[in-house]
Every structure is written in structure tokens, then in C-alpha cells.
């Protein structure tokens, strides 16, 4: 008898368990997909959107790159894929998947923060900034995300010719070693493959003891063989690659540090002057 009874407590108990975890696998699944912060208001300065983009890339426009370049793909039965360093809280590149949504879309964040920390988040911006509502993110892959500081000369974690395009937004003044990262862009997009940056800040380039303005710089890469234009705005910047060997030739004045870890602060992210080689 007292073992009958044990045996119906001990069911009744795992049944009552059981109809736990059946009520509460919906709600799982949606904190997976669908994160908590979905009310939350983005900063601004880290909501640039494909319109703010476009508008510093004059007179190209970045989904029109995209497009001939996913076209031709096509043709060649070749996947695309787009790349965005510093996407921030992931806006332009779920703008662009709304357009693209059979492209492949790749975000490099430098580190998490709390309203963007794994690829999940890229749903909560489409939701919140009524880029796709819930039925149409069904239907697409978000994009991958890593977080990864690329300065000091960290590499991107991708094989070469990869990408088909590269681009960036009012993120290259946040890194000391610039042209490192330009050089290895360069390493892993595909040949006629395409890069483009914006809100370029000064960047001390020197030759025969003279400092370069960007123009006259971007001038001197060009005589080197490097297919590399300033657009209309003067501080966007367009690269072609044409040739797997070519990089930027310059040196910098400042070995990259072998001990990043303890790194003083005041070295972290100085000004950083270039030779041209």
C-alpha cells in the first residue's frame, strides 16, 4: 500500500513537471528568437540607417553594388556574401537582408553590449525599427556576427576571398591601425570585389618628410597600382580589388605591441602617422 502510494506521488509529480515544461516551450523559444529588450529605444549615433549611408557613398549606392555583383553570382552559381564592420546594433545590414534576402550577411562588432550581444539581437532591430515583423524573420537567416577588436592588427577570422563586398560606417576613426585593416580586407575579399568606408578621419600619411592630404595620398596608391578612390563627400572611400597581391604601401611609425593585455591607456588609440613606402 505505502508502495502504491509513492508510485502515484512520484507520477502525479512528473506529470505535473512534464505539463511544466509544455506550457513554458513557447516562451523559450521566443526569448531565444525574440529578446526581452524588444521596448528598447537604440542610441541615435548607433542607428545609422541604409538612407544615412547612401547618402555618404554619393554617388554610388550600396545596394546597387550589391545587386550587380549577386546578379552576376547568380549567373555563376557562386553565393554572395556581405560583410559589415561595426554594424552597431545590425540596421543596415537587416535593411539590406529585406532587399537581399538570399545573401549571406556577416557583422564584426568589437564587443557585446547590452543591446547587441548574439545573432538573435539582429531580430529584436528588425522588430524594433519595423525593418520585418515576426512572420517575415521566419523566412530569412539572420545575418552572423562575431566580436572581435580588428585593431593592433587582429585578423578578420575568415580565409581568403571570401566577401564580395566590405563595408563600414563612421567606424574606421576608432582604429589606430587603419591601413593593418585595409590590408586585410583586402585578404579576404574576392577578386572584383568591392569596399567602401565612410567618415574617414585625418590620416597622417608622409612622404620625403611631407604630410599627405587623403586625396593626395589615395593619389599615390593609385600610381601604385591600387584601385582605391575618395567618393564625392571627400571622406568615403571606395577600393576595388583587382589584384590578390596589391596592398597599401606604407609603414607605420608604431610597432603594433606584442602585449596588448596590458597595454597602457594612452597607447590604445593614439593618433597613427604612416610612411608611403
Do not use: W
Amino acid at each position: 500500500m505505502y508502495f502504491r502510494r509513492t508510485l502515484l506521488i512520484f507520477s502525479v509529480t512528473m506529470i505535473a513537471f512534464c505539463l511544466t515544461l509544455y506550457f513554458q516551450s513557447e516562451e523559450t523559444v521566443d526569448t531565444v528568437n525574440f529578446d526581452p529588450t524588444i521596448g528598447m529605444v537604440y542610441n541615435e549615433e548607433s542607428s545609422h540607417s541604409l538612407f544615412d549611408l547612401n547618402e555618404k557613398l554619393k554617388p554610388q549606392k550600396i545596394e546597387d553594388i550589391i545587386r550587380v555583383i549577386h546578379e552576376r553570382n547568380k549567373m555563376a552559381g557562386v553565393k554572395t556574401r556581405v560583410m559589415e564592420i561595426g554594424p552597431g546594433n545590425g540596421r543596415v545590414l537587416m535593411e539590406l537582408k529585406k532587399i537581399f534576402p538570399d545573401v549571406e550577411f556577416y557583422g564584426v562588432n568589437k564587443e557585446k553590449t547590452k543591446e547587441f550581444y548574439r545573432r538573435e539581437s539582429y531580430a529584436v532591430t528588425a522588430l524594433n525599427l519595423n525593418i520585418l515583423n515576426k512572420e517575415e524573420l521566419e523566412k530569412v537567416d539572420l545575418p552572423f556576427i562575431i566580436f572581435e577588436d580588428l585593431d593592433f592588427g587582429t585578423l578578420l577570422p575568415y580565409g581568403e576571398s571570401k566577401f564580395d563586398v566590405i563595408f563600414s560606417q563612421n567606424t574606421l576613426r576608432y582604429f589606430k591601425y587603419k591601413f593593418e585593416l585595409l590590408n586585410e580586407i583586402f585578404r579576404v575579399l574576392k577578386t572584383e570585389g568591392v569596399s567602401l568606408h565612410t567618415d574617414l578621419p585625418p590620416i597622417n600619411v608622409y612622404e620625403k618628410g611631407l604630410v599627405l592630404a587623403i586625396d593626395e595620398a589615395v593619389f599615390e596608391f593609385r600610381k601604385r597600382g591600387l584601385d582605391v578612390s575618395l567618393l564625392e563627400n571627400g571622406n568615403s572611400l571606395i577600393m576595388r580589388k583587382k589584384d590578390d597581391n596589391k596592398k597599401f604601401p606604407v609603414t607605420p611609425h608604431q610597432a603594433i605591441p606584442e602585449d596588448l593585455d596590458n597595454l597602457p591607456q594612452e597607447l590604445r588609440r593614439p593618433e597613427m602617422g604612416y610612411n608611403l613606402n
